[in-house]
């Protein structure tokens, strides 16, 4: 991937593009007004043929990237395209124009858009700042570098926190004969489990705070899981490191000698500490909706995705080029996730409709699977079954189909339910880190460890040492917490 143009005027006009944008998405819903109530899906009536295409899409995204990945790098939007005619074409025909087109406003309006603005500004305003400097990288130091990581993956996000630290760590290691390790204890800790505690830490949770789930309810219902998970994955990480580091003995010439670290770009917290106030304020404070081709849109969370896209302008205008040189930064990886997840939010349509007609529906054999036999949710379950799919779905649309099947009532599910949603949030998150496609993260911090020159597990190897280090803390888990 080719870095960003090196030219500030390219950058300026790119963020007087964003914020442009901003303008005209507030002026697009003032004239906004209500209009009659739009046909729904009944999922009721809706076959499993129509997840299909949701089901193609995720296979693409898991299989194409290994079997193809040059093809996967030129024309992943196509294929993401592909499946959402797949769905909508056909589904057009049978349900009728106007009932998909509302569907699919009322999913890009409502889920996506917030979703994509909170993941891209993160992106961007982290993306300008850099940690220069070099630490030996010895067991202590690359403990504190995890445990660090996991502290901030609640507060910049999982990607947010990865793309600032994952660089510092490969440059403290480059003299070290085995590092892989490492890399793949950063994928447990910082790219999945640490953003547990927010909504803005990691996308499941934000998906979850876009249907109604308060923002500290979160840190209340998963602090003490992932206080013991992070904690247990630290003491093991340090004692394979410690292994290792006393095993290698002679180490490689080092290509990038120890010096005092330093933070460029440090005014870019202000951005997110902007970015972090807009979100919470959103879910507590309730402002008039309006109406826009009939999908219902409220204004706080019309100014908090404002205030969001301002905030990733002005990180480009904030910043130099100097610094995204430095990064390596450039806007790829935010265009992946965003015409993928259009397809996901898309496709995903059929299936959640299917299972909002509970045991009715198609997929009436996952309700009763994750119910008792009294007809209670069954949180073990929900854990397990949520966590093995997001291991190799991504975990934000696991998230929202297990929401949906626990019936999708955030009220509900954070009072005498909360066993169940604890279960789904532990499992959507924590076991994201199964596998090299259970989250976003994930294979970019593979992908940029590779580059420069670390050795990572192929796919099954790593699912040796998630399966082999992850499953037996998930069972224990499974027993102190359900």
Known sequence: MAPLSSSSHTQKRLA?????????????????HAAEPMPHLQGGQIGLVWSLPFAGLLLSIALFPLIAPQ?????????????ILAWSGPAAVVFGISTILYEILHSLLLEYLPFIILIGSLYCVT??????????GSPAVNTAFLAIGTVLASVIGTTGAAMVLVRPLIRANDDRKESAHVMIFFIFLVANIGGALT????????????????FFWTTKALLKPTLMLAGLLLLIFFCIDLTLYRREGHKKPDPTPDSRLAIEGGHHVILILVILAAVITSGSVKLDTVELFGVPLEWQNILRDAVLLLMAGLSFMLSNDRIREANQFNLEPIREVAKLFGGIFVTIIPVLAVLKAGQDGALGAIIRLVTTPTGQPDPVMYFWITGLLSSFLDN????????????ADPIALMGPMAPTLTAISMGAVFMGANSYIGNAPNFMVKSMAESRGVVMPGFFGYLVWSFGLLMPLFAIQTWLFF
Do not use: C, Q
């Open 71 to 83: 093809i996967w790098h030129h024309h992943y939007g196509k294929v993401a395209l592909f499946w």
């Open 127 to 136: 993306g300008h700042i850099h940690i220069r400097g070099n630490l030996h």
């Open 16 to 32: 007087s593009s964003i914020i442009m944008g901003v303008v005209l998405g507030l002026l697009v819903a003032l004239p906004a």
């Open 199 to 214: 909504p803005v830490g990691d996308p499941p949770l934000f998906l979850g705070f876009l249907e109604g789930i308060d």
């Open 396 to 407: 934000a649309p696991t998230y929202l189909v297990f929401f949906n099947a626990a019936g």
